[in-house]
Every structure is written in C-alpha cells, then in structure tokens.
C-alpha cells in the first residue's frame, strides 16, 4: 500500500522529516529533496552538528594528563631536594664531643657550639701551597662560635669567642681557649665552653680547611665587601677595598687573616661572622637551589668538610645554618664576647685576649633563660661584622 511520504518510516528513518518543497537545485545537486537531521544538536548530515563530543573531551582528557605529569615532576623535585641533604649527611663524620661529668642544665632554646678546625689534614701538597695554609701540624681552631636559636621569639644569635680569649680550662689552668681543641679535641673544647660560659651546648659542627675552598666554590664564590685593601702573605691574599666575589681560596684566606688586622683576632672574627653569613645568603639563592648539579655539589662539598657531635642531628644543623642565613639578612644578631683588654699579658708572657667579665657574664645569662633578644647587648657589637 502507498505511503504518504510526508509520513516517517518506522526504524532508522524515524528521525529524519522530508521537506517536499520545492527549492532551486544548488550546482552538483542530485536531488531537489534535502533531508534534515531532528536529533538533538542536529544539522544536515554530514555537517557540523553531526560531530560528536569527543573533541571537548579530548582536551579535558590532556589537560589531566599534563596537570599529572606537573605533579609528577613535582614530586620528584620534592624528593631530590630531600634525598640529597639526607645522602650528603650519611656521609658527615661524627666525632665525640659530649663532655664528662656535671654539665649546666639544659634550658630553653637552642645553644651550639660552631667551630673552624686549621688541621691541614685532607689538602695536598698542592692545595697547602695554593691556599697558603702551611704545613703545621696538630689540631688548632681558627673559628669558636655560640649560636643561640631562641624558643621564645627572640633573634637567632651568633657570638664570636676570639681564639686567644684567655679562660679557664677544666684540668688544665688557665690558657687561651684554642688550646682546649688542641689539648682534648672537641670534648674538651665544649667543656671549657660550657664550664665558662654556663650555657649547656646542645649541639657540635665543626668544619675544617679540607673543605672550605670546596664549599665557597660549589656555589660559585661568595659575594662580600672587603672594608680596607688587605694583603697578607701567610693567608694568600691581596684583596683590594670594596664589594667583590670572592673564590675558595680567596674566602679561606679572608677568614683566616689577622696580622694585618688592626683588630686582630677581634677583627678575624668578625670577618668569619660576615663571611658565613654571606655564604648561607648565597647558598639559598636560586642559582644554588634550583640548578641540580649546584645544589648536589654544595652539599656533598660541604658534607666532606664537616664534623658534628655523635648528638647532633641533622635539624640541629639545619637550625645553625638557618641562624647564619638570619644574621646575613639582618634578622639575626652577629656579636663578639664582650672584652676589656685586647692585648691581656698571661703569666707566661704571651698576649692574649681578656673578657669583661660583668658584661660577659650578663649576655651569657639571657642566652642561658632565652631571653627574646632583638638588639645587642651593650659591649657585644663589632664594626665590620655584617656584608654591607
């Protein structure tokens, strides 16, 4: 039986609708019938309603896979950033510094012991020559520092004892106190520190010439600013006034001069509070941080150059180097001991370096109660001690 044409047929075709009407033929047109597509998003078949969801999705579907593999990335710089500190520390030498005996009671805050080893153990012949350290032998300290992290909101602080302070040393009179390092190594040193200063030191890191130049080198020098033109054959350099990068083996002499110093050893120390600061103000700097091989290099160079107490852990050492790059950035106190005779005549004859004792005794005392300190002290200050 016929069927209207108007009429849709049951099955496929049940969603087309037939226009009869009569419309001009287009060029290449085989029919004057066109068919239209009903279905939702419809069009001519063929055209553009007829393409599928797919392309929406396909965009979706990649701009997942690209936030994943971000992610991934992520992760896995998180995890390099970690693993190298954790693998470079594995390899630190640990060394016994935990003294015998009564020591003073373990208060608020965080008090370490920063010291610079002068061995010249682990340079070569070539390096001794190089950096003008000599052949000396034995175990001697350039450096000897206090740093206090405070528990109650107070600046972290850095305190020089100058190496010729002339103190007691448990067991052995009085004498400067680089000879306490050099009489019973690190176990003796924190005694001596602890006995005179009544602060209970709960942390030891000590860094010695074998891997200094390494370290300043790994980040590519350090940026300091010299206050006075110095030249200084026993520590290998002739260093001209003003702000300059300074390579390792020009940091190491920077540090170690003092001859030429019209300070001394007042002035050394100074220096070598500058100059640490200045290294952790490098070291965090992106070109340090965010380039792999600079970062591996700082830590494993530093890693090579360092001892810490057989109780010291790594966020002990993390917490110092926290406190050295405040002191660079000015959120940090950089002090001295506070003296009253820079050139103290021993019974023996040699000159050395006397505290005042009333003023010493009050900073000590505020770092022992963690007293939130946010200027120094009277008498504590030093002229040349920040990298301005």
Same mark, same amino acid.
């Given at each position: ?14 969603? !087309? ?55 991934? *990335? ?91 302070? !002339? ?20 176990? *003796? ?14 942390? !030891? ?32 350099? @002739? ?76 966020? @002990? ?49 505020? *770092?022992?109660? @963690? ?18």
């Amino acid at each position: 039986m016929p069927t209207d044409p108007s009429t849709p047929r049951p099955g496929r075709d049940d969603a !087309y609708v037939v226009d009869t009407r009569r419309r001009p033929k287009r060029a290449g047109a085989g029919s004057d019938v066109d068919v239209v597509d009903t279905r939702e998003g419809g069009g001519r078949r063929g055209g553009p309603g007829d393409i599928p969801e797919r392309e929406p999705r396909h965009r979706r579907r990649k701009g997942r896979m690209v936030l994943i593999a971000l992610l991934v *990335l992520l992760l896995a710089w998180i995890g390099f950033m970690v693993w190298v500190p954790m693998q470079a520390w594995g390899s630190v030498n640990k060394v016994d510094n935990i003294p015998d005996g009564e020591r003073p009671t373990d208060t608020s805050g965080y008090n370490y012991l920063l010291v610079g080893s002068d061995s010249r153990e682990g340079l070569t012949k070539e390096q001794r020559k190089k950096y003008a350290t000599g052949n000396a032998a034995g175990n001697r300290t350039d450096t000897i520092m206090l740093v206090h992290v405070s528990e109650s909101g107070g600046k972290p602080v850095m305190v020089s004892l100058p190496r010729d302070s !002339y103190v007691p040393i448990p067991g052995h009179g009085s004498n400067k106190i680089n000879a306490a390092y050099s009489i019973g190594g690190p176990k *003796l040193l924190t005694n001596t520190v602890e006995q005179v200063t009544g602060i209970h030191v709960d942390g !030891y890191v000590e860094i010695g010439l074998g891997g200094f130049a390494a370290v300043v080198d790994s980040v590519g020098g350090v940026d300091l600013c010299v206050a006075r033109d110095m030249k200084d054959k026993l520590a290998g350099i @002739d260093l001209k006034k003003g702000c300059q990068t300074l390579d390792g083996g020009n940091a190491l002499g920077y540090v170690r001069s003092r001859h030429e110093d019209p300070l001394g050893d007042i002035g050394r120390a100074a220096r070598q509070r500058q100059f640490l600061g200045a290294l952790m103000k490098k070291a965090a700097t992106p070109s340090t941080v965010l380039i792999p091989w600079r970062y591996k290099s700082f830590a494993d160079a530093s890693a090579a150059g360092l001892a810490v107490g057989t109780q010291t852990g790594i966020m @002990d050492a993390v917490r110092v180097l926290q406190a050295m790059r405040s002191v660079s950035n000015d959120e940090g106190l950089s002090l001295s001991v506070p003296t009253s005779n820079l050139a103290y005549r021993t019974s023996g004859g040699a000159l050395a370096v006397k505290w005042d004792t009333e003023r010493a005794k009050a900073l000590f005392t505020a *770092l022992k109660n @963690d007293e939130p300190l946010t200027e120094p002290p009277p008498g504590t200050t030093v002229e040349g001690a920040k990298n301005s």
